[in-house]
């Protein structure tokens, strides 16, 4: 729901001072992210300036589950975009 049905985050995700859920179709940042880091986020939420900005979904999904979270908004990604975070996040060569 907070990033919106097809992961295209809120659109003012990016102005300064605002609290709203980024995209996660590959335009965002999430691609920078390995995917040690992707599960941690949505296990343990996050917060922003100690403020939590997205909630711990740890008790509520299942490794599997989130695994398929993850699968699902990669799957939304460019090729491009995927080809660039397996380089850097699963090969360990960098862009």
Known sequence: MCHGPEAQGHPDWLTPGVVAAPPLNGTGNDWKRSREQLVAIIQNGAKRNGVLIMPAWKDRLTDPEIA????????????????????????????
């Open 68 to 95: 398929d979270v993850i699968a699902w908004f990669q799957a939304l990604w460019p090729p491009e975009v995927y080809v660039k975070w397996q380089r850097t996040h699963v090969t360990g060569t960098g862009s």
